[in-house]
């Protein structure tokens, strides 16, 4: 099992960037692969990006490919998610999310450990 505790969220103009972190619990970080998600006000939780166990593969929802990078500290325990050019509809709370699977995946429903989310508002 695994606890997972995001930070770094916060309020920043449109072009800002920002930095998430996710510090998970336990001594099998490596075993996970990880993945964050988003949702805003009204809307389902989305995919973001994933990243493989060894950090070697990562995958990116289109909205955010070339904005966003995914990247994790197995010696730390923690995932990271570097967000750069943000727009107003980057607004949402942000959710780390772990799973014991084979390889990352993009659907709510593929990972099994949450975090509690972090607020990330971009302003106009």
């Known amino acids: 099992q695994v606890q997972l505790v995001e930070s770094g969220g916060g309020l920043v103009q449109a072009g800002g960037s920002l930095r998430l972190s996710c510090a998970a619990s336990?001594?099998?970080?490596?075993?996970?692969?990880m993945g964050w998600f988003r949702q805003a006000p009204g809307k389902e939780r989305a995919f973001v990006a994933a990243?493989?166990?060894?950090?070697?593969?990562?995958y990116y929802a289109e909205p955010v490919k070339g904005r966003f990078t995914i990247s994790r500290d197995n010696a730390k325990n923690t995932v990271y998610l570097q967000m750069n050019s943000l727009k107003p509809e980057d607004t949402a709370v942000y959710y780390c999310?772990?799973?014991?699977?084979?390889?990352?995946?993009?659907?709510?429903?593929?990972?099994?450990?949450w975090g509690q989310g972090t607020q990330v508002t971009i302003s106009s």
């Open positions: 999310a772990a799973d014991q699977r084979l390889y990352p995946g993009t659907g709510v429903a593929e990972y099994g450990y």
């Open positions: 336990g001594r099998t970080f490596s075993r996970y692969v």
């Open positions: 990243i493989s166990r060894d950090g070697g593969r990562t």
